[in-house]
C-alpha cells in the first residue's frame, strides 16, 4: 500500500511541475523573444541626421607610432543618410556625397548597413531601431575603414564608435 501511495505522490508532483513550467512558457509568450504578431517593418526611406557619436579613430595604420584619437560628440549636417527605396526589409540610398548605401532590417529590429565609395571608404553600422515619440532612431555601432590599396586612395585609417541616427522626415 505505501508503494502505491509514494509512486501516486510522485506522479502528482511531476504533474504539478510539468502544470507549472507549461504556464510560465505561456504566460510569457515566445520564448525566441519576438511576439506572434509584430510584423512592423518600419518606412526607413528620408533623410536621417546623425544625432550623437563618438569613435576612435587611428589616422594612419601602417605607422607603428600613429596613437588612436579619440572623438566625442561627432555630428554631421542633417541629411547625411538618404534612404532613398525599400521594398520589404531591405533598403538602399546614398551616404554624403553619394556614396552608395544599402542595409537590411531583421525581425528583431536590428538593423545592419554598409556605406561604399569605390576609390574611399568602407563603412558598417549595426544597430537597433527604437520610434521615440513618433520618431524612428537606430542606435548602434559603426566601424570604416579607408582602402588605402586602392591606387586613387592614399588614406590609411580607420574607426570605431558608436551612435544615434534619427530620421528627420
Not at 520564448?31 to 557619436?53: H, Q, V
Not at 554624403?96 to 568602407?122: C, H, N, W, Y
Request: charged residues 20%; hydrophobic residues 40%.
Amino acid at each position: 500500500m505505501r508503494t502505491k501511495v509514494k509512486a501516486f505522490i510522485a506522479v502528482v508532483g511531476v504533474l504539478l511541475v510539468v502544470t507549472a513550467i507549461s504556464l510560465i512558457i505561456i504566460s510569457r509568450g515566445s520564448l525566441y523573444g519576438k511576439a506572434a504578431n509584430d510584423n512592423w517593418i518600419p518606412d526607413m526611406t528620408g533623410w536621417w541626421a546623425t544625432e550623437r557619436a563618438a569613435t576612435y579613430t587611428f589616422d594612419d595604420v601602417t605607422d607603428p607610432t600613429c596613437m588612436p584619437v579619440y572623438i566625442e560628440g561627432v555630428s554631421y549636417p542633417e541629411g547625411v543618410f538618404h534612404i532613398t527605396v525599400q521594398t520589404g526589409r531591405v533598403f538602399a540610398g546614398t551616404w554624403e556625397g553619394g556614396r552608395k548605401l544599402t542595409g537590411v532590417i531583421l525581425p528583431d529590429r536590428t538593423v545592419s548597413m554598409q556605406a561604399f565609395e569605390p576609390s574611399e571608404l568602407r563603412f558598417f553600422i549595426t544597430g537597433r531601431l527604437t520610434k521615440s515619440g513618433g520618431t524612428l532612431q537606430l542606435e548602434g555601432y559603426a566601424h570604416g575603414f579607408n582602402d588605402f590599396g586602392l591606387p586613387a586612395n592614399g588614406d590609411k585609417n580607420m574607426y570605431s564608435g558608436y551612435g544615434r541616427l534619427v530620421k528627420v522626415d
